[in-house]
């Protein structure tokens, strides 16, 4: 506006016959008239030009202070949506997933505040004793029969625990139009042996290759499994065939098949495995084959109508009863080896704090007195701040996020900082 102004004023006075005046260096108009005259239109032009350059120093001038000034007590930085996020990292992270992110389980306890109605259709197994804090829940284990057989109905012949758990699982993870579950290890199977893992400790899923399940046989027990069970000293471990073998593609997700073998050394015999049921890893659900742990481990499963076997009982003896042995290969005792997986999707957000920025603080106790001064003497001519929190806002200045750094970071004129915020989701 003010070059626009300057210019009708020199074609004005052009007209009228006067000699433009020229600016002095500081681009203000002096009274007097120059030595020597200059007059036309290429005279009025430089003048012009020389007056606009003059100008536009100023106000780059002013510009320049203004963001030195906005920088020395800037509190928000807007990102460059271009340079300073990346977005949509993903990357599969896996863990132990007994209590503590442990990836191997030595001590086996079962709940004692399940009531006996509970513990009809399946048991709680936990890491340490129910009174000691810290005891929680790993895993429960369940037993099935497609007709009802092997529990007490109590009179209700459609509606006993052993059928009520088989109708679960065959619902939740078959297709709709199979009635049993079908292993390589004896084809459709009537009754099944189940662990299903504590959800809050599977997050995704389970990790396929990364189980390993001890199992001793049964050289006795009762009809009542809940009572005398006598285990021999030798260990069968049993793992899935992902190493061997794709996934199998079913309406509830991938199906492995669990086979023979160790995470050390692989599957047994991979040219010819023997099988003994079917992992779920998205639901965190092992399906053992009753008829294949009939043969292989001797669980003598109880299948009487309308008689309480308590069959899960069994796999649970089976499983404890391999703690006290010493596993050869490793020369650790057995444990049931398991890990989670979880794909963590990321947004990576660079904040880049200049050495001019975020000098002085924002918070009460950097400054003193009525009017502001700042406490510490050595900081006047030379302030440091030390960043401790980073807040991720939107664009109406809504805190969203904190991040926060493992210790504080010095911050003065003689220093510069990166630091990356990672946002998992």
């Not at 042995?325 to 444990?335: G, L, V, W």
């Amino acid at each position: 506006m003010n070059t626009l102004i300057l210019i009708d004023q020199l074609k004005k006075q052009s007209r009228q016959g006067i000699t433009p005046a020229r600016t002095n260096m500081a681009g203000q108009l002096p009274g007097t008239r120059l030595n020597t005259p200059q007059t036309g239109p290429a005279a009025i032009n430089a003048q012009v030009q020389q007056l606009a350059q003059q100008l536009a120093n100023q106000m780059v001038a002013e510009q320049q202070q203004a963001q030195i000034t906005a920088r020395n007590g800037r509190v928000y930085t807007k990102f460059d949506a271009v340079n300073d996020i990346i977005s949509n990292q993903t990357e599969i992270v896996t863990a132990g997933l007994w209590s503590n992110n442990i990836a191997g389980l030595t001590t086996y306890f079962t709940a004692s505040t399940q009531t006996n109605t509970q513990r009809a259709y399946y048991v709680d197994v936990l890491q340490s004793n129910p009174s000691v804090t810290g005891s929680a829940t790993q895993f429960s284990i369940a037993w099935g029969h497609a007709l009802g057989s092997g529990s007490d109905s109590q009179g209700q012949l459609n509606d006993s625990p052993s059928k009520a758990i088989y109708s679960q699982y065959r619902q939740l993870l078959l297709n709709p139009s199979d009635t049993r579950f079908t292993t390589q290890g004896s084809g459709s199977t009537d009754y099944i042996y189940v662990i299903n893992f504590k959800r809050n400790r599977l997050k995704e899923r389970m990790d396929p290759g990364n189980f390993e399940l001890p199992l001793t046989k049964i050289n006795t027990r009762t009809s009542n499994a809940t009572g005398s069970v006598t285990t021999a000293s030798g260990v069968f471990t049993l793992i899935d065939d992902s190493s061997i073998a794709s996934a199998t593609l079913v309406g509830s997700g991938k199906v492995f098949n669990i086979v023979s073998g160790s995470i050390n050394s692989g599957v047994y015999n991979p040219s010819a495995p023997v099988y003994y049921g079917l992992m779920y890893p998205d639901y965190g659900t092992l399906i053992l084959d009753g008829k294949m742990l009939d043969q292989k481990l001797g669980f003598a499963t109880v299948s009487g109508s309308s008689v309480e076997g308590n069959n899960h009982f069994v796999l649970y003896h089976s499983i404890s009863g391999s703690a006290p042995i010493t596993n050869p290969a490793t020369s650790d005792k057995f444990s049931f080896l398991a890990r989670n997986s979880e794909k963590i999707t990321s947004t990576h957000y660079f904040v880049r704090i200049k050495n001019a920025e975020y000098n002085f603080s924002n918070n009460p106790s950097y400054v003193t007195g009525s009017v502001g001064q700042i406490a510490q003497s050595s900081f006047i001519g030379d302030p440091k701040t030390y960043i401790t929190t980073i807040g991720l806002y939107s664009d109406r200045q809504e805190l969203l996020a904190v991040a926060k750094l493992s210790k504080p970071l010095l911050k003065s004129f003689q220093r510069e900082a990166l630091i990356r915020v990672k946002l998992d989701y």
